[in-house]
């Protein structure tokens, strides 16, 4: 099943290549890719419970789901997921 999240603190090319490397280290979560336009990431997972995974998976990298709260430490993450994003090549 195909699902779409939007998220929060998505910035750039580096922080979409973040968010798709650790999804794609889910088990249950293929084809992942991020828009960066409409703050999302779009992914198919062979489960609901998948998708539970995938906004927690989201949220301890820096990048919550709209639904859910962005505090600071959140946004902070999300910088670092971000130079790191950026450096990995």
Known sequence: M??????QNLKCGGCAKTVISKLEEL???TNVTVSVESSSVKFDVSNQEAITTVK???KSIG????DQG??????????????????SK
């Open 2 to 7: 195909t699902s779409v999240i939007p998220i």
């Open 27 to 29: 088990p249950a979560v």
């Open 70 to 87: 962005n505090s600071v430490l959140s946004k902070a993450k999300s910088f670092v997921s971000c130079a790191s994003g950026k450096l």
């Open 56 to 58: 927690d998976k989201l």
């Open 63 to 66: 990048y919550p789901s709209i």
